[in-house]
């Protein structure tokens, strides 16, 4: 089951797992164009968690292991004094207070074997800059979560995060950026590690933090660069 459906590394991980014969769940505020009948569209509000609470228990009722990759999310940049309210608002809904409304969800289901991987681009102290303060709380918040929740959850719902970096999405400066020296992923290996991550059997990665952002040293510069 995917959250941010509607995203480039969304599609690209359905493609995989549909490849895998996995059957894949899609979760966003967009409705398809195709009218996928597996696909629920939400506007992450009380309502929404209500027709998400019913979405989850349909599925769960038909498989015997879920794995979930959320990776919903909605970019604010700028000073303080500069941030559009709205958009501030989704921009914190969807990075932290959701994610903790889907494990309280998850926690309730009687279900054993559940992945859950959050999907985040850079943590640490390098997301404390200029411009980035609502990301900064987004990022390491859901790292903070990923720690706190599996100790919460324990062995019955398995909570991952792995940071990214920056990862080609299609954005304008891709190339630019690229020849300039920075480190952008390609779309392919980062779905590659994602799926990976969410259909592991492996014990010590069902519960982890992966960093693979290391290589982004001036995040500062990123922003005032490039977004």
Known sequence: MIFGYSSRLSKVLKEKATKQKYTVYGVSHV????????????DYSDEGLSQLEGFLLEVVAKHQEISIVYCASVWTSGKLGEYDVSKLSTTLKLGLSFPVFLLNLLAKISMSNMQVVFVTGVLGDRTACRGALPYALVSNGSAQLTVAASQDLGEEVNVALIALGLFDKGQEFTEKARSEGVAIHNIEDVADVVFMLATTENPLLKSCIIDTSITLFNYEKIISEYY
Do not use: V
């Open 31 to 42: 409705q398809p164009s195709n009218g996928n009948m597996l696909h629920i569209s939400i």
